[in-house]
């Protein structure tokens, strides 16, 4: 089931506002959030417009979460992070999504919870890409994209 006012379902104009677009997964579509100031942070959403792990059979929530923990590898072994902290929102979107934030010991919010949209850093499209390209590459190798 798709909402045509979702980004996440949508996938055009509006999710390349605050994400560019990495790859389809098995249960979802990871992108390159746009602010940047915590290199590296990702949005995995879900293929599916549902709010609420509790909307997935176990077997689906599984599934999802297996493609989570993918990301966070890819991220963890393209960016080396200290730790990844992982958000799930939308108390607006009603998209179930994750955030997936590195975060760097000694840098900026560590030990603290990372701000949502702080607007310091963001990058132009061929850097995206490159970071989307990079991702793209360790998820291959770990045998969660074909």
């Given amino acids: 089931m798709k909402d045509m006012n979702c980004a996440y379902c949508m996938q055009g104009e509006l999710v390349a506002k605050f994400a560019y677009p990495v790859c389809q997964m098995k249960t979802g579509y990871l992108y390159v959030f746009k602010e940047q100031s915590k290199r590296g942070r990702v949005v995995f959403a879900h293929n599916q417009h549902v709010g609420e792990l509790i909307e997935l059979t176990d077997e689906e929530r ?69 970071m989307a390209e990079a991702l793209r590459k360790a998820l291959k190798e770990a045998g969660a994209l074909q």
């Fill in 62 to 130: 599984n599934a999802f979460f297996a493609d989570v923990a993918a990301a966070a590898r890819a991220v963890h072994a393209v960016f080396h992070p200290d730790k990844v902290n992982y958000g799930a929102y939308g108390d607006t979107g009603h998209h179930l999504h994750f955030h997936l934030v590195p975060k760097y010991e000694g840098g900026d919010e560590w030990g603290g919870v990372f701000q949502m949209n702080p607007g310091k850093v963001t990058l132009t499209d061929a850097e995206y890409e490159e």
